[in-house]
């Protein structure tokens, strides 16, 4: 049995729910494959990969001067937000603190009845920000936090996220979101979870899309994300985001215990050394970045809860497999 053959026995017996793989080596396509009657075009919700573009997002912002500094005050960019009285530790949150998620909330489990229900995701993020915890301890956020980080962009770009997106990433990359998705209800909102054919990225009754969630992407689209990163920022010659930006962004800052894995800004550290890093969302989606290996993997997922680890699969079966490509 061949190496490849092995690897997609596995695929299918352990990681059934995986609707599209690609490698790229090089820059170049060593292996595309789609699973579970996907294609291509098939579209699907990444979650928490979302949180990796709002931070390329964020260094594209400050590269063109819209945001000074990722030391700047979070209440900086929200001058009418009334704090609650008492309330000190969210006057000293930084982006930074954001971005590493060490920032402090007032909730134990994240309420997100409460979160769905409000018209203004900002706002409810603003109104968790802070309490008694400290400032520099890392503490992962899924959903409630991240959209502080959409409020700000909104803010210091006068754009939509999407269309502040759209102009300096999306369309240089060809990806193809291009609408606000807002759900009317729940049974809107799990159906776009589970959904192989939609493009968009969620938003709130506000219009303000989403930073921990909500965004759509190819098998493809993902790839090129790494592809990027890979290439330090430059897409067919031209420089999308800093090279600088990603180097700070892709290094360790911070560190779940919980998962024993190190953090950027929205960014997984997988080996700080040498330089390997993953964007990963709910379900098993990830575009993983091998820098000394110049290898870019992209997993895209159909839904489930509790998806078996994508990163084992890829670097103890994928990355074996292609990693000695001649292209």
């Known amino acids: 049995m061949t190496l490849k053959t092995q690897m997609e026995k596995i695929i299918n017996r352990s990681y059934n729910n995986i609707g599209?793989?690609?490698?790229?080596?090089?820059?170049?396509?060593?292996?595309?494959?789609?699973?579970?009657?996907c294609t291509a075009a098939s579209s699907f919700h990444v979650f928490s990969v979302t949180k990796s573009i709002i931070s390329i997002l964020i260094g594209i912002a400050i590269d063109k001067g819209n945001i000074k500094s990722i030391n700047q005050r979070v209440l900086d960019f929200f001058p009418d937000y009334i704090i609650k009285r008492g309330e000190k530790t969210i006057q000293s949150v930084t982006i930074k603190d954001l971005l590493t998620m060490t920032a402090p909330y007032k909730y134990k489990s994240e309420p997100y009845t409460e979160y769905f229900a409000s018209d203004n995701w900002v706002?409810?993020?603003?109104d968790?920000?802070?309490?008694?915890?400290?400032?520099?301890?890392?503490?992962?956020?899924?959903?409630?936090?991240?959209?502080i980080l959409s409020g700000i962009l909104v803010t210091a770009?006068?754009?939509?996220?999407?269309?502040?997106?759209?102009k300096y990433l999306f369309s240089p990359l060809e990806i193809s979101a291009k609408n606000?998705?807002?759900?009317?209800?729940?049974?809107?909102?799990?159906?776009?979870?589970?959904?192989?054919?939609?493009?968009?990225?969620?938003?709130?009754?506000?219009?303000?899309?989403?930073a921990g969630w909500g965004l759509t992407l190819t098998p493809?689209?993902?790839?090129?994300?790494?592809?990027?990163?890979?290439?330090?920022?430059?897409?067919?010659?031209?420089?999308?985001?800093?090279t600088k930006w990603i180097d700070e962004s892709t290094k360790e800052h911070?560190?779940?215990?919980?998962?024993?894995l190190s953090y950027g800004y929205l960014w997984w550290i997988i080996d700080d050394k040498k330089?390997?890093?993953?964007?990963?969302?709910?379900?098993g989606n990830v575009i993983y970045v091998n820098e000394k290996k110049k290898m870019v993997v992209s997993i895209a997922s159909l839904f489930m809860p509790r998806a078996k680890d994508r990163i084992k699969l890829i670097q103890e079966y994928i990355v074996p497999v292609f990693e000695n490509c001649v292209q």
């Not at 706002?123 to 603003?126: E, M, N, Q, R, V």
């Not at 939609?198 to 709130?204: H, I, Q, R, T």
């Open 20 to 37: 599209g793989i690609i490698v790229l080596k090089n820059g170049k396509t060593v292996y595309e494959k789609y699973f579970n009657e």
């Open 275 to 283: 330089h390997v890093y993953a964007a990963m969302g709910d379900g």
């Open 180 to 210: 606000n998705v807002v759900f009317q209800n729940k049974e809107e909102q799990f159906a776009f979870y589970e959904a192989k054919s939609v493009s968009g990225w969620a938003a709130d009754r506000t219009g303000v899309n989403t």
């Open 123 to 126: 706002k409810s993020a603003l």
């Open 220 to 242: 493809v689209e993902m790839v090129k994300i790494g592809q990027l990163y890979l290439d330090g920022g430059i897409w067919k010659g031209k420089q999308i985001v800093s």
């Open 157 to 166: 770009t006068g754009q939509s996220v999407l269309d502040f997106a759209t």
């Open 254 to 260: 911070s560190r779940s215990n919980q998962w024993k």
């Open 128 to 147: 968790l920000l802070g309490g008694k915890g400290k400032i520099g301890e890392f503490r992962y956020t899924p959903l409630i936090g991240p959209d």
